[in-house]
């Protein structure tokens, strides 16, 4: 009995573990471990019965929390725009652009992967998207299928890190602070890995042609009446558009201003000079733009706008992450109803679905609050703060085990379990060891990432089997045979990008200028350096000298 007093919070969480791997619902698992040793503490007098008094009071914190209102909003925004065909416009369009390249399917696949991210912040619907749209596109111009599978799921993992992500939502909220500054501090780390996978699908084109072929003349569907494709037309259009954006910027915003806000602002700029000069070109009838410029501005500049509306509001601080989630839902049905594609039913869908995953979050929230409450009762917080602390290496030796410790979990959790239940518990130890959270926050989402891609229980994995052929087909365009995508090459195909987000993991560690530079613009006083002294002797004068009248200051 003195035995499991003294270890009653590991055995507390070793007992949550087996919960979990016998497949119990992480929410009631969390809820019921919390209840049955709060009972057993109780019994055993570590602590009173008081200590459940706060339960209620914290549950309905949880309900009235303004900052997890944001997850129903942004996740009504992306389900509305991915089940309104902007994936579907948006990879034939890009794919036109990037196609004469070696690997140009690919590099589309990525480049759209990062502006859903931007755009919905939901992976379960943008490895659908891609998978349904675009694999069997890559699988007809012959693509290496385990390329082509790690690609999808990959980028489809984007959301997980580029804002406005959910993760980073709940890892703001576990961590105590700022949506914003989380946002902030992401935009670098999550624009890197896109770019990580586009250097290794470039590395892969050259290494191997034959597993990233180049698109064939007659699918290039954009032709100029002289026979060119129209790219020049594009890159004066772009090269116009960046420069009147820059130019803009300079003027409007002073040099103190935030990088990302520059940035934001900027592509801003760029696109909406874009789109007027194709909007007076096409109303005028000009014909100054080629038929794949008008195409690549009307496809792609809305999404800036809504990626503006959601991300600009909040860094340059017009809006709250919530108010920023709310007006992108808003801009999503807008751009839905414009494109002609809003009905009843995908409202019905989409709305449902977002229900349900709201319900998930506050049902693991409210369970992985009454496991906190028993585990603090048992000294848990305690456990875990002596066990971190004393690690050889102090923050290093931490961030390391801590980053070994994710990786390993993410095989069986997912990122929101892993966020209710790991978070909480690391949090402190990190804030006493002097670790910047919203760094800690980054380096725990870029590792949580990995959580989709793990075989054999990857989500991205799981989603991208469910759309990718199972069985050998006849081509449509092409009338050839293809083959089935097996589970095994989906598994390989995620290794290498698995890789890159483990070099990216340490990337982030190593330099952690990729995330402080979210406080550009911050008061860098500490407060508490702040000494406050008030002179308590009787009549001193302004001068300092003694004796003087009281109320000299005041003449």
Known sequence: ???????????????????????????????????????????????????????????????????????????????????????????????????????????????????????????????????????????????????????????????????????????????????????????????????????????????????????????????????????????????????????????????????????????????????????????????????????????????????????????IGIATPTEGGAMGAVGAIVMALIRGRLTLDLLRQAMDTTTKLSCFVVFILVGSTVFGLTFRGVSGDLWVEHLLIGLPGGEWGFLIVVSVLTFVLAFFLDFFELAFIIVPLLGPVADKLGIDLIWFGIILAVNMQTSFMHPPFGFALFYLRSVAPKDAYRDKVTGQRIEPVTTGQIYWGSVPFIIIQLVMVAAVMIFPGMVMHYKAGQSTVDPSSVKIEIDTTYGTSIYGDEGGDPGAAFK
């Open 1 to 315: 009995m003195e035995f499991f007093i003294a270890n009653m919070a590991p055995i507390m969480f070793g007992t949550l573990v087996v919960f979990l791997l016998l497949g119990f619902p992480v929410a009631f698992a969390l809820a019921a471990n919390g209840i049955l040793y709060g009972l057993i503490g109780m019994e055993l007098n570590l602590f009173s019965a008081s200590l459940f008094q706060a339960l209620p009071q914290r549950v309905f914190g949880i309900v009235s929390n303004d900052t997890l209102l944001a997850v129903p909003f942004f996740t009504l925004m992306g389900l509305v725009l991915e089940r309104s065909g902007m994936a579907e416009d948006l990879l034939e369009t890009i794919g036109q652009v990037f196609g004469p390249l070696r690997g140009g399917l690919a590099i589309a696949v990525v480049l759209v992967g990062a502006m859903l991210a931007a755009t919905t912040g939901v992976v379960s619907a943008s490895v659908i998207s891609m998978g349904l749209i675009s694999l069997p596109i890559m699988l007809r111009y012959g693509y290496d299928r385990r390329l082509a599978s790690g690609v999808i799921a990959a980028s489809g993992t984007l959301s997980q890190i580029i804002p406005p992500s959910l993760v980073l939502i709940i890892l703001a909220d576990q961590l105590g602070r700022s949506i914003g500054d989380m946002y902030r501090a992401a935009m670098v780390p999550g624009f890197l890995l896109a770019g990580s996978y586009i250097a290794y699908i470039v590395l892969m084109s050259f290494i191997k042609p034959s597993s990233a072929p180049a698109l064939p003349e007659e699918a290039r569907t954009f032709r100029e009446p002289n026979g060119s494709r129209g790219g020049r037309s594009l890159l004066v259009l772009m090269l116009i558009s960046a420069a009147s954006a820059y130019l803009l910027t300079q003027w409007l915003e002073k040099d103190t201003a935030p990088v990302d806000e520059k940035v934001v602002l900027s592509l801003l700029l760029w696109g909406l000079t874009a789109f007027v000069i194709a909007i007076v070109n096409k109303v005028f009838r000009l014909k100054m733009l080629s038929a794949l410029a008008e195409r690549v501005t009307f496809v792609m500049i809305p999404p800036l706008f809504l990626i503006f509306l959601v991300l600009g509001t909040i860094f």
